[in-house]
Every structure is written in structure tokens, then in C-alpha cells.
């Protein structure tokens, strides 16, 4: 038996490695993590056109739909299309999805409350900016609502203010904002600091934000970080990116798994164990190895063994009881023959045997009245009619969870009478009904029960309260009854087609 574990253990063991190798080298990006996006990028400004910010939301929106977002994009987008995507972009959002607002283009501040500017915005006034503009505050209340476990929001639009000159005051940049808890925000200078559009196809910040992101396994702070060292040193310190964070836990864009290093002795114990039926062998492992690069697999091949040696055992115990009850039933089917050929000497004595009922030439019709006196002679006379009352009976769907639940199984196995008999004394009720107790011997299938070609033998005793009618007979009542009760206690008291 050892050897058949080993052979199936060798097998088993290698899909499981193989198994095992790809999950380590998979990427591991949960497989619940929703990732939602909403770029925005507008550079078509009458007065103060940009050169970069579409191409810099395009740039985003590759990458990040690289990175598993689902991205929606909007270039040149007015007030309100950047509101109704805001909408959309908060409804996307659930409690396990990370979000993520990118907007590229021209921005302000008015009295401390930043305000991204749409392409077809006519602002003469400061107070006017309420009403052209869109409100930060906005997209970040949509993620509020959200609940979700991560936001990013990603502002490049730290460019100077177009509407300056009809400002009564100017303040330069965007101002700094406290991010709600789970959120970074992002800049692309520092608040009150102003960023240069760029000469190249995408602005300075997003280029080098693109280049982070597409590096493996960088959490997110240090994602923000290296853009801006890069940017730093590239603009000469003029531009110094900026962030604001209250996330909690962590969180990386371009997840990829590394292999662990197996240790010499790690791999010299495995392979010692490795093509072992024993369990005790792996058990030993993980003691000396707890964290082991083989850990899981030795765990799977503990679980494996176990499981092969419980089920040998319960197939053991299962062909004893197998064996046991047929011992059981040969035993009673010899009792039957014995009580079978005791019985025939008894009926050769009692007047209303049940050989002459069983073999008499009965009529099929009932009589048309019951002989309260002879009782016995009418159910004779009738058998053939009664009987058929009571299969009838037996039959009706409706009576169905009688029986079963009388010899304890489901009412959808498909339960069969083979002999219908009944015990003396018969009796006639205060209606005329013709009553006494009946045995009905039946089976059913059980395929477990192969010593008697996959039948269930079964015994019913019911007393019924059969009702002449016109066209034979029917059953009025009926009550169960208990089997022990219906013992002989001599010969005289013997049944009827019961041995």
C-alpha cells in the first residue's frame, strides 16, 4: 500500500509543484481589487491655450489602463461634462475599489478652495469662478460618498492663472488641501508655486509620474517620490511636486511576485522526504522548516496521505457492515423458513387457513351485504376485490408519506406491494365496514443491498376499515400498528399468510 502512495504522491506532488512554481512567479494583484480612473485633460483655452495636458492625459490613461483601471477620459471637456464624469467616476467606486483623479490643465485658487478650469470657461470676476469652474472639493466629495479603501488624486494643473489680470487680488498655484483619510493628493509643485507647461510632448511632472508607474513592486509613496527627484533635478529645482497623505495600509501599481531563494538545507530535507507515504516524514519537515519554500506543498501531501488512509479505513468499517448485515439478513431469511414450515403444520389445523384463501377460486365482486355473524367468510368471499382496495390505497400519491415514513425512508423512493395478507380475528364495525389487520410485504431499491439482487425487503402492518360499495371495495380508515404486537403467543393464535 506504501507503494501506491508513493507512486500516487510522486504524481500528485508534481502537478502540485508545478502549481506552486506558477503561483509564486504570477502577479498578485487581488483578484477583488477594483481599479476605477477618470482622466481629465483640457488644453483648448481661448484665451491661454496649453500645449501638453491632452497629450499628458493620454499618456496617463495608456499606462493606467496597463496597470488593470478602468479608465474614462475626457479632453477639452467643459463645466459640465467634467461634473457628470465626476458623478459617474464616484458611482464606479465600491468599498474594495481604489480610485483615481487625474486632471491636466489650467487651475486656480480662489480664497484657499482650488478650481479646475474647463476649456469654455468665461470668468471675469473672482466670484464668477464658483459658477465656470469645477471645484476640487466636488470630486473628492464623490469618493467620499464611495467609502473605498484607496483614492489618488493627481493635479498637474499648477499653471499660471489666465483671468489674473481681472482678479482684484492674485494668489499664484494651487492651495494646499488636508486629504481626507485613505486619500493622496498630489501636485504637480509645491501649493502657491507654479509649474511650466514643457517644451516636450508631455509636461515635465507627467512624464516622469508615467515613468514611476511603470516600475514593479514601487509602493505608492515611493511612486510619488521618484517622480519628484526626477523632476527636481531636471527642472534645476524650480519644480518641486508636493503631496498630501492620510492613506492607511498599502498600495502598489505595478504588483509582480518574486521567487523566494531556496536554502541548501531546505532543499536537501525536502528531497530526502519528498516521495515518502508517510505523513509523520512531512510533519517533520515543517517542524525544522516552518517557512519553507516546500511548507505548503508539504502541508497539501499531509492532507493528501490522511485523507487516503481515513478513506481506506472507512472502506474497511463500510465492508464490515456490508458483511454484518448480510449475515443479518441470510439469519432472519432462515428464521422465516423455520417459522415458514412450522407455520404450514399449524394452518393444516385452523379452519381459516390461508392456503385455501390464497388458492380457493374467489369471486371478484363483493356480496352485497356484510355477515356480521362470519365476518372471516366475507373477507374470504371478497379477497380478491379486497385486496385490490387495499394495493390501491397503497398506490395513491396521497397516501405515499404514510408508508414511507412508516418504514423510515423518503417518500421519493419507489415503493412496491409483492403480497397483501391479513391476521385474524376480522371484525365488522358499528358502519358495516369490514375491519382487521393487514401485512403488507414489499421492497424497494438499494443498490447497497446486493445479496438480494439490489432490493430492500419491507413488512407493513396496518389496520384497515375496508367499506363495501357498489363497485367493490374501498378503504375508510386506517391506522398503523406496531409489528411486535402482532406476535403469536400459541398456535391458536396464529395469522394469517404470516409464517
Not at 475599489?97 to 478652495?113: E, I, P, T
Not at 498630489?186 to 510632448?201: C, K, N, R
Not at 374501498?474 to 394469517?496: G, I
Amino acid at each position: 500500500m506504501a507503494g501506491v502512495w508513493g507512486r500516487y504522491l510522486k504524481i500528485r506532488g508534481c502537478v502540485i509543484g508545478a502549481f506552486l512554481v506558477i503561483f509564486l512567479i504570477a502577479p498578485t494583484v487581488s483578484a477583488v481589487e477594483k481599479r476605477v480612473a477618470l482622466i481629465i485633460g483640457n488644453s483648448a483655452y481661448a484665451d491661454a491655450p496649453l500645449r501638453n495636458p491632452v497629450n499628458d492625459a493620454r499618456a496617463m490613461a495608456s499606462v493606467l489602463r496597463e496597470l488593470d483601471f478602468d479608465v474614462t477620459l475626457l479632453e477639452n471637456a467643459d463645466r459640465t461634462r467634467m461634473q457628470r464624469a465626476a458623478l459617474e467616476f464616484g458611482r464606479k467606486l465600491n468599498q474594495d475599489a481604489v480610485g483615481l483623479f487625474y486632471f491636466s490643465g489650467h487651475g486656480m485658487q480662489v480664497r484657499g478652495v482650488n478650481y479646475l478650469i474647463p476649456v469654455q470657461a468665461q470668468v471675469g470676476t473672482e466670484e464668477e469662478v464658483e459658477v465656470e469652474a469645477m471645484d476640487v472639493n466636488y470630486v473628492l466629495a464623490r469618493m467620499a460618498v464611495a467609502k473605498n479603501r484607496f483614492n489618488i488624486v493627481i493635479l498637474d494643473a499648477c499653471r499660471n492663472n489666465p483671468f489674473e489680470r481681472s482678479f482684484r487680488s492674485s494668489t499664484n498655484g494651487l492651495a494646499a488641501i488636508s486629504a481626507p483619510r485613505g486619500t493622496l493628493i498630489a501636485y504637480a509643485t509645491a501649493p502657491g508655486s507654479v509649474a511650466a507647461d514643457g517644451q516636450g510632448t508631455n509636461g515635465l511632472y507627467t512624464g516622469e509620474l508615467v515613468n514611476a508607474l511603470k516600475m514593479a513592486n514601487l509602493p505608492l509613496e515611493q511612486t510619488f517620490k521618484y517622480a519628484r527627484a526626477e523632476v527636481v533635478t531636471k527642472s534645476s529645482g524650480k519644480q518641486t511636486p508636493w503631496e498630501s497623505s492620510s492613506v492607511i495600509g498599502d498600495f502598489i501599481f505595478r504588483p509582480q511576485a518574486v521567487a523566494p531563494v531556496v536554502s541548501a538545507a531546505d532543499a536537501t530535507f525536502w528531497s530526502a522526504v519528498k516521495d515518502s507515504g508517510n505523513p509523520a516524514d512531512y510533519e517533520t519537515y515543517l517542524k525544522n522548516f516552518p517557512q519553507g519554500f516546500y511548507a505548503s506543498l508539504a502541508q497539501s501531501r499531509i492532507n493528501i496521505l490522511t485523507s487516503v488512509r481515513e478513506t481506506e479505513i472507512s472502506r474497511v468499517a463500510r465492508d464490515a457492515a456490508d458483511k454484518a448485515a448480510r449475515e443479518a439478513l441470510l439469519q432472519a431469511q432462515r428464521r422465516e423458513a423455520e417459522a415458514a414450515k412450522d407455520s404450514q403444520t399449524a394452518q393444516a389445523k385452523i379452519t381459516t387457513a390461508t392456503a385455501p384463501v390464497q388458492t380457493a377460486s374467489l369471486s371478484s365482486a363483493p356480496v352485497s351485504t356484510v355477515n356480521r355473524q362470519a365476518p372471516g367468510v366475507e373477507m374470504k368471499s371478497n379477497w380478491k376485490a379486497i385486496e385490490q382496495a387495499v394495493r390501491t390505497h397503497f398506490d395513491d400519491p396521497e397516501n405515499k408519506w404514510f408508508y414511507a415514513s412508516h418504514i423510515q425512508v423518503m417518500t421519493s423512493y419507489p415503493l412496491r406491494v409483492n403480497v397483501v395478507n391479513y391476521y385474524d380475528p376480522v371484525s365488522v364495525t358499528d358502519t358495516g365496514d369490514i375491519e382487521a389487520v393487514f401485512v403488507l410485504h414489499g421492497s424497494y431499491p438499494f443498490p447497497r443491498n446486493i445479496y438480494t439482487g439490489g432490493l430492500q425487503p419491507f413488512s407493513i402492518y396496518v389496520r384497515y376499515a375496508v367499506q363495501q360499495q357498489a363497485g367493490g371495495y374501498t378503504v375508510k380508515e386506517f391506522l398503523p400498528v406496531a409489528a411486535a404486537s402482532m406476535r403469536p403467543k400459541d398456535t391458536s393464535d396464529q395469522s394469517r399468510g404470516m409464517p
